[in-house]
C-alpha cells in the first residue's frame, strides 16, 4: 500500500471511529463526575453553585465582602470571574487545591469583543456580514484570554435589539434573528474553537436567556411582556443556534418574561433549553439575578429566590449568595430535591472535567503563552480586516470618498478625532500601554496621508458639551482645508450595561459644530463612532460623506484610514434600521403589515402612520453603499410552484457598474402573504457576499426549501403553510426587487 492509499485508509478509519472515541471519551467522564460527585458533602456541592467576583474590575454591584480565599480553600467556590492573568489565576487555584476535594476553580470573564487585542463592538462587528471573520475575531480573543488563565467567557451576547436606546444593542448582533442566530454560532465556534478543553480555547456562554434585549422602553433590567410565539419566533432563535453550535454554557436575564423573572422561568430553562433543546451544559444566573427577585417582588428572600431559581434550571449563582446561604436548608426543609443540586453539579463538574481542570488545574496557566500572545502583532492583523470591513459608508455625494491624494490640506476636527480609550468601546480593558497601542483615527489617517498631505486639527468641543467656546478655531482650520474629516459620535461609555438612553442624538453641541464647519462650504466627511443607532438628521442631510465606524478597536485608526484613502472599499451594512428620530422606537424592518398601512410615506389618509414623520427609517436595514454600485437583474425562479420536499432555486446577476472592485451582499428575503397568523413585510432568509471586480457580472444562486418557509403558530408549532410567496432580493431591505411563488 502506497502512502497516498495509507493515508486514505487512515482518514476512513479516523472519521468511522470519531463518533466511538467521542462516545468513550463522554462515558469516561461520566464516570469520573459520578464518582467526585459520591465524594461530596452537601455543603461542597452548594459550593460548586457559587461564583464570586475577583479582584480585578467588578462588573457589577458587589453583595458582600466575606472571606473570598478562604472559601476558596474550604470548597465554598466553585467559579470566579475578574481574575486577570496568569499569575492570580495560579494563585487562586493553588488555594481551591488545598480545598478537601480539590476541584478546581473555572475562572470566567466578559471577554466581549477581544481580551488583549479589542475587536469592534460586536454591533459593529455584525455589521461586516462577514461569519469568517467574525469567528476569526472570537478566535484571537479566546487564544488571549486563555492564555491568560480564563475558561469561559460571557459571551457571545446573542440578544435581539430592536430599541436602540438600550444600551446593550453595542453587545448584540442587531435586530434580525437570521442573522443573529448565524453570527451567534460563529462566535461560539470562534470562542471554542477546535473544542474547549485545548489551551487556545475557552468555554462559550450565551446570554442573556431570554428576551434581555426587550426591555421595555429601551430601559435597562425593565420587564419583558410578549407572546411565546413571538419569543420562540425572534427572541429564542439566536441562543438556540448557539446551543446547536455547541456552546458549553448559557446565561440568564435580568428581565421578568411575563411577570416571571427570566432566572425563575421554567419553561425557558427547563422545558425549552434542558428540555426539548437537550442543553447538557450549564446555565449561569447574571449578577446578582437571584438576589433580585426578591425586588422584582418575586420572592419573599434569598431563601424562596434560591428555591425558585434552582427548580426553574439556573445551576450557578453569581455574586446573589443565595444559594451557598440557603440551598442547604431547603434540601434539609425538604423544599429543594436533591436530585436538582445533583443535577446541576454535575453539569458544572462535567465542563471542569471537558476543560482538563482535574488533570491538570494549572492547564491554562502558562507564563510563556501568556507572554506570547500578550503583544502577539498577528492578533493585530486580524483586528485590523474585521475593523475595517465593520465599516458602513452612509453618504457619498460626489464621490468625494475615496479620499484624492492630490488634496493636499486636510483639517481633522471633532472630540474623538485624537481620541484614544474611546475607540475601544465599552466591554474592553485597561491596559496599561493603552496609549502606545491604540491606534487613533488622528494617527491612523495621519500615518496613512503621507508627508505630501498637511494636517491640521482642532477638537471644536468635548463630546457632552454645551459650550461653542472651540468651534471658531475648528471653523479657521477647515476654512484653510482642502477637505475636513470631522470625528464624532458618543462616548465609549454611553452605551453598554445601564447606558440606555432616552434621547440618542449626538450628544451635546456636535451636531452644532457639524452644521458650522459645513458653512464653511468645504467638503465634509462625518465619522459617526456610537455604540447604536443614532439620530443625526443635518448631518445626514448636508454632509457629503459619512461612515459610521461604531467603536473600530485597537486597529481603529489604520481601519478607518483603509477606507478613507480606499485602500479598502467599504462594505459594511447595517444590522440594524436607523431611525429617524426616538418616536420611532421601536422600529425594524420585520414589520407587520397592520390592516391600514400607508401607501407612501407620506400618506396620512386613516393609516397606520405618523402626522408628523414618515414611517420609513433614516436608514433600513441592510443598507450601506459602497465606492462602486451594483446593478441587479431581475431575480429568476427555478419554478413558480413547490411542495414540501422540493426546493426553489432563485439565481440573480450582480454587475459592478462603477469605478472601483469591490464586495457586496446580497440579501435574500421573503414575504408569506397570507398566514394563519400574520406574517412580516419581509424576512431575511439568506445572503451572499460577492466581489466583483469593476465591470463584472456573475451569477448568484440561492436555493429556498420548506424550512426556510416555516414560523411559530400560534401554538407556538413551528409550520409552513400552503399558500403564496414574494422573494425579494437586493442590496438592503428596502429592495422591491420581487417575484412570487407558491407552496402548494
Ligand atoms: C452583568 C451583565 O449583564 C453580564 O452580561 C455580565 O456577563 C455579568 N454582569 C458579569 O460581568
Known amino acids: ?41 452537601l455543603e461542597e456541592k452548594i459550593g460548586q453553585m457559587n461564583q464570586y467576583s475577583g479582584f480585578w474590575e467588578a462588573t457589577g454591584p458587589i453583595t458582600e465582602e466575606g472571606n473570598k480565599l478562604e472559601q476558596v480553600r474550604t470548597g465554598q467556590l466553585g467559579s470566579m470571574l475578574n481574575i486577570n492573568g496568569v499569575d492570580h489565576t495560579r494563585k487562586l487555584q493553588e488555594l481551591a487545591m488545598q480545598s478537601r476535594l480539590k476541584i478546581p476553580l473555572l475562572f470566567g470573564q466578559d471577554v466581549v469583543h477581544g481580551y488583549r487585542t479589542m475587536f469592534p463592538i460586536p454591533l459593529g462587528e455584525a455589521a461586516s456580514w462577514d461569519l469568517e ?54 462566535r461560539v465556534k470562534g470562542f471554542q474553537g477546535k473544542g474547549y478543553g485545548n489551551t487556545d480555547a475557552v468555554m462559550a456562554c450565551a446570554k442573556h436567556f431570554a428576551a434581555y434585549g426587550a426591555a421595555e422602553a429601551g430601559r435597562d433590567y425593565n420587564s419583558v411582556d410578549m407572546s411565546y410565539r413571538m419569543l420562540n419566533e425572534i427572541y429564542l432563535k439566536p441562543y438556540k443556534a448557539a446551543v446547536e453550535a ?52 418575586y420572592s419573599k ?21 443565595c444559594y451557598i446561604g440557603n440551598l442547604a436548608q431547603l434540601v434539609k426543609d425538604g423544599k429543594v430535591d436533591i436530585k436538582l443540586i445533583d443535577d446541576a453539579v454535575r453539569r458544572i463538574l462535567t465542563k ?34 474585521v475593523a475595517k470591513k465593520s465599516i458602513v459608508l452612509l453618504k457619498n455625494d460626489n464621490q468625494l470618498l475615496p479620499l484624492d491624494t492630490k488634496k ?4 481633522m476636527i471633532g472630540p474623538l478625532a485624537k481620541a484614544v480609550r ?32 498637511t494636517m491640521t486639527y482642532a477638537k471644536g468641543c468635548e463630546i457632552n458639551d454645551s459650550s461653542k467656546a472651540g468651534f471658531a478655531e475648528a471653523v479657521n482650520i477647515a476654512r484653510q482645508a482642502d477637505v475636513v474629516i470631522l470625528s464624532i459620535g458618543e462616548a465609549a461609555n454611553m452605551s453598554g450595561e445601564a447606558k440606555s438612553r432616552s434621547n440618542i442624538h449626538l450628544p451635546g453641541v456636535q451636531e452644532e459644530l457639524v452644521k458650522a464647519v459645513c458653512a464653511t462650504g468645504k467638503p465634509v466627511i462625518v465619522l459617526i463612532n456610537a455604540g447604536r443607532p443614532l439620530v443625526f438628521n443635518w448631518t445626514a442631510d448636508h454632509a457629503q460623506a459619512i461612515l459610521y465606524t461604531w467603536w473600530l478597536g485597537t486597529e481603529a485608526g489604520n481601519a478607518i484610514a483603509d477606507v478613507i484613502f480606499g485602500d479598502y472599499n467599504p462594505s459594511g451594512k447595517l444590522p440594524c434600521t436607523f431611525p429617524r428620530t426616538e418616536g420611532q422606537i421601536p422600529i425594524y424592518y420585520n414589520h407587520f403589515s397592520t390592516g391600514r398601512p400607508p401607501k407612501t410615506d407620506s400618506d396620512v389618509n386613516y393609516v397606520s402612520s405618523y402626522i408628523d414623520l414618515p414611517n420609513s427609517p433614516k436608514f433600513p436595514f441592510g443598507y450601506g453603499l459602497s465606492y462602486t454600485t451594483f446593478k441587479y437583474s431581475e431575480p429568476l425562479l427555478s419554478k413558480t410552484t413547490m411542495n414540501s420536499n422540493d426546493k426553489i432555486e432563485i439565481k440573480v446577476s450582480v454587475t459592478n457598474t462603477g469605478n472601483y472592485d469591490g464586495k457586496e451582499t446580497v440579501q435574500l428575503y421573503i414575504r408569506d402573504l397570507v398566514g394563519s397568523v400574520v406574517r412580516p413585510v419581509k424576512q431575511l432568509i439568506g445572503f451572499q457576499q460577492v466581489f466583483l471586480k469593476k465591470g463584472e457580472t456573475k451569477e448568484l444562486t440561492f436555493t429556498i426549501g420548506i ?38
Open 133 to 186: 471573520a467574525i469567528e476569526h475575531s472570537a478566535r484571537i480573543a479566546a487564544t488571549e484570554a486563555s492564555a491568560a488563565g480564563i475558561h469561559w467567557t460571557f459571551a457571545p451576547m446573542v440578544d435581539i435589539g430592536r430599541d436602540p436606546r438600550w444600551g446593550r444593542v453595542m453587545e448584540g448582533a442587531g435586530e434580525d434573528p437570521y442573522l443573529g442566530s448565524l453570527i451567534a454560532a460563529a
Open 707 to 744: 424550512d426556510d418557509l416555516k414560523f411559530y403558530d400560534y401554538n407556538v408549532n413551528l409550520i409552513a403553510e400552503p399558500g403564496d410567496f414574494e422573494v425579494f432580493v437586493g442590496g438592503n431591505s428596502a429592495t422591491e426587487l420581487k417575484k412570487t411563488f407558491t407552496l402548494l
Open 301 to 321: 428572600d434569598c431563601y424562596q429566590a434560591a428555591q425558585q431559581a434552582i427548580t426553574a434550571g439556573s445551576d450557578m449563582d453569581m455574586e446573589s449568595r
Open 1 to 41: 500500500m502506497n502512502s497516498k492509499h495509507l493515508n486514505f485508509v487512515l482518514t476512513v478509519c479516523i472519521l468511522f471511529l470519531a463518533p466511538f472515541a467521542g462516545k468513550a471519551q463522554k462515558a469516561t467522564i461520566e464516570h469520573r463526575v459520578d464518582s467526585v460527585l459520591n465524594l461530596m458533602t
Open 352 to 385: 471542569k472535567f471537558e476543560m482538563g481542570l482535574f488533570d491538570d488545574p494549572f492547564k491554562y496557566c502558562n507564563e510563556e503563552r501568556e507572554k506570547q500572545q500578550w503583544n502577539n502583532p498577528a492578533n493585530l492583523e486580524v483586528e485590523r480586516d
Open 246 to 297: 455547541g456552546v458549553a454554557t448559557l446565561m440568564n436575564s435580568f428581565n421578568d418574561i411575563n411577570g416571571i423573572p427570566a432566572t425563575a422561568n421554567s419553561y425557558i430553562q427547563r422545558d425549552l433549553l434542558k428540555g426539548q433543546w437537550k442543553f447538557d451544559g450549564f446555565v449561569v444566573s447574571d449578577w446578582g439575578s437571584i438576589g433580585e427577585m426578591i425586588n422584582h417582588g
Open 408 to 411: 493636499k490640506a486636510i483639517a
Open 422 to 453: 474611546e475607540n475601544i468601546g465599552f466591554w474592553s480593558y485597561a491596559w496599561p500601554d493603552d496609549s502606545i497601542r491604540i491606534v487613533t483615527q488622528w494617527q491612523g489617517i495621519r500615518t496613512r496621508a503621507g508627508k505630501n498631505i
